[in-house]
């Protein structure tokens, strides 16, 4: 069973809609959650992290966390056309026996943004 | 600014010729992370510092070296490049927190490896 999905896309959307990114995890033990954005060619830059439950909020970004689903969720309000790349998903869990954690990360999802 | 910086940005090398790419930070943080990223594919922990502390994954082939000689620096020596080692090669930061628990990762730009 893979770690963290997320459906690889493309998703694409018209500017000025909502996008909306999903990924699943498989260890419960997962302790926080983070978004990353990569445009292609280049690296992985953070735009959110979430450790609770329910909504955080930055700007555009809606980062939705559901623990008891096993379940985080990106969504990009106002959609534009310079946030077509791919977004990471990636999932903070404690090594085992240890104090260190390890971030596993989806394959991505491309987004699309179409003016 | 404070940065995570890696050095060089594309490196060329032939088949088995060994390779050193490099990563510095002037971030301050004791926990360093090297990644492996082919085209299409999530990034893939290769081993990590925290401090002097080196964790090696267990899937990482022994090709795979890594030193880090001070807080500020750390290599991943690639020891005879194969033809399927040609990737993105990142490095990342961050640091630990008061309980125990790692902020969140930052990355360098990455290094693109061809192998010839």
């Known amino acids: 069973q893979k770690e963290v999905e997320q459906n690889s896309g493309p998703l694409s959307v018209p500017e000025g809609a909502i996008a909306s990114l999903n990924c699943t995890y498989s260890?419960?033990?997962?302790?926080?959650f983070f978004w990353y954005r990569q445009y292609s060619g280049k690296s992985p830059e953070l735009i959110m992290f979430?450790?609770?439950?329910g909504d955080k909020e930055d700007g555009r970004f809606t980062a939705q966390l559901n623990k008891a689903s096993q379940y985080v969720s990106l969504l990009i309000r106002d959609s534009q056309p310079s946030d077509s790349a791919t977004y990471l998903c990636?999932?903070?869990?404690?090594?085992?026996?240890?104090?260190?954690?390890?971030?596993?990360f989806g394959k991505g999802t491309l987004l699309t943004v179409n003016p | 600014d404070a940065m995570v910086i890696q050095n060089p940005r594309y490196q060329v090398t032939q088949f088995g010729k060994p390779v050193t790419l490099s990563c510095s930070q002037t971030?301050?943080?004791?926990?360093m992370y090297w990644y492996q990223q082919k085209s299409s594919q999530a990034p893939k922990l290769l081993f990590h510092?925290?401090?002097?502390?080196?964790?090696n994954e267990a899937d990482t082939p022994d090709n795979f070296q890594s030193r880090r000689p001070n807080t500020s620096f750390c290599f991943l020596d690639i020891r005879s490049p194969g033809l399927g080692d040609a990737a993105m090669y990142l490095c990342?930061?961050?640091?630990?927190?008061?309980?125990?628990?790692?902020?969140?990762?930052?990355f360098g730009p990455g290094t693109r490896l061809t192998v010839t």
């Open positions: 990342a930061t961050s640091r630990i927190r008061a309980g125990g628990s790692h902020d969140e990762q930052y």
């Open positions: 260890d419960r033990g997962s302790q926080s």
């Open positions: 979430i450790y609770s439950n």
């Open positions: 990636a999932v903070k869990l404690r090594v085992s026996g240890g104090s260190n954690y390890k971030l596993t």
């Open positions: 971030l301050n943080h004791n926990v």
């Open positions: 510092y925290y401090d002097k502390d080196f964790n």
